[in-house]
Nanobody
Framework: QVQLVESGGGSVQAGGSLRLSCAAS????????MGWFRQAPGKEREGVAL???????GYADSVKGRFTISQDNAKMTLYLQMNSLKPEDTAMYYC??????????????????WGQGTQVTVSS
């Protein structure tokens, strides 16, 4: 059974940094896309960053230059380093993994496994 467990969220002031982690288990970690999504109240879930199985990376325009996605294959852990945070980054952040019948597409990958989410709140 696939499990994705996020951690690292919290409350920071604008300009601050946070690092999110996502520990994966029960999953062919290195053979699939992994990504980070976020959802703010009243808004649709949006893709933030993606790490493809071939190592290619993609970011939403709103976070380019501020967020960095990375992974530790030995630990089967995905990270999202978030710098220069803005109030508009406030959202629940979700780790996601590619799945054959996933319903959400992002940058060419189909996501169907989700973590429980971790809240990020940025105050001005």
């Amino acid at each position: 059974q696939v499990q994705l467990v996020e951690s690292g969220g919290g409350s920071v002031q604008a300009g601050g940094s946070l690092r999110l982690s996502c520990a994966a288990s029960g999953y062919a970690y290195r053979r699939n896309c992994m990504g980070w999504f976020r959802q703010a109240p009243g808004k649709e879930r949006e893709g933030v960053a993606l790490l493809d199985a071939d190592g290619s990376i993609g970011y939403a325009d709103s976070v380019k230059g501020r967020f960095t996605i990375s992974q530790d294959n030995a630990k089967m852990t995905l990270y999202l380093q978030m710098n220069s945070l803005k109030p508009e980054d406030t959202a629940m952040y979700y780790c996601a993994a590619e799945a054959p019948y996933g319903r959400i597409w992002y940058l060419g990958c189909r996501f169907g496994y989700w973590g429980q989410g971790t809240q990020v709140t940025v105050s001005s």
